[in-house]
């Protein structure tokens, strides 16, 4: 990396921001290297306050490259205009499907979420070559793909995201209340003994079997050659969550930015 990148990931709830310097540290996986953000930060997709983000980038060296992967236009849109308000000299470059160093073997390449081609370079490059790996992407939406042993991005699975269920129990019944429950973290008792014990309980063990489920299908497939895959857990959940899935998973908490440096430096 010859000057410093800020990768910039944005979903639907959140922005995250990673400052990777010229000689930014690197996360080892045996022979692999992965680059990993010396500094990070996050912001709401929805409504952000610009001064701190104008606080943010006191500390980032001038001359810095912009590289944003972004699943949610507005968001974007805004973001850049932000960004150029701060620091006229900043030119944001959105990343394209194009960018990333991994093939995608799916029926539309250019509509896979840009976040899950991230993170599936980013698992690529950690993954023990002579496996597959999984990446279980847990955010506003729950993302479980696959990355084959040969390299490729075969695709995967996306369900409903722990907010997103519990907006849509409430929005669809007549009298189960709203849950607090954002995303997982601390598993809650299996057996809820009220209405939103119970929620809690089906939400979060609801999530957590459908991603095991997903995981072993994924695992047993044909592009997985039948070998047991590396599985790494990213996004918006505790690193606790990674046991409820098997004592193999890693947690990667910057995958996707970590994915858009490669994208940046030429993977």
Not at 63 to 70: D, E, M, P
Not at 75 to 92: G, N, Q, V, Y
Not at 155 to 178: D, F, K, R, V
Not at 185 to 211: D, K, N
Request: one cysteine or more.
């Amino acid at each position: 990396m010859t000057r410093s990148l800020v990768a910039v990931d944005i979903g639907n709830t959140r922005i995250k921001m990673g400052l990777f310097d010229s000689g930014s540290t690197v996360k080892a996986s045996g022979t692999n290297r992965l680059p990993t953000p010396v500094r990070s930060f996050a912001l709401s997709s929805i409504d952000w306050d610009e001064a701190e983000l104008r606080q943010w980038l006191k500390k980032v060296p001038a001359a810095t490259q912009w590289w944003i992967a972004s699943v949610n236009r507005p968001a974007a849109a805004r973001l850049a205009e932000s960004i150029r308000s701060i620091d006229s000299a900043a030119a944001p470059r959105m990343l394209s499907h194009g960018d990333l160093p991994i093939v995608a073997v799916v029926k539309e390449p250019d509509k896979v979420g840009i976040d899950r081609l991230a993170a599936a370079a980013a698992a690529n490059r950690l993954r023990d070559p002579a496996r597959a790996a999984i990446v279980v992407h847990v955010g506003t939406a729950i993302v479980v793909d696959l990355v084959s042993d040969e390299g490729r991005f075969c695709g995967g699975a996306i369900l409903p995201g722990i907010a997103m269920s519990a907006h849509a129990l409430h929005e669809c019944t007549n009298l189960l209340p709203q849950s607090s429950m954002q995303e997982l973290g601390e598993p809650p008792a299996a057996l809820g003994t009220s209405t939103l014990e119970a929620i809690h309980s089906g939400l979060y063990w609801g999530a957590i079997g459908a991603m095991r489920e997903l995981v072993a299908r994924l695992s047993n497939s044909r592009a997985a050659s039948g070998v047991e895959a590396d599985i790494f857990l990213t996004g918006g959940a505790a690193p606790s969550v990674a046991g409820q899935l098997g004592p193999n998973v890693q947690y990667a908490e910057h995958l996707v930015l970590s994915g858009i440096a490669l994208a940046a430096t030429g993977g």
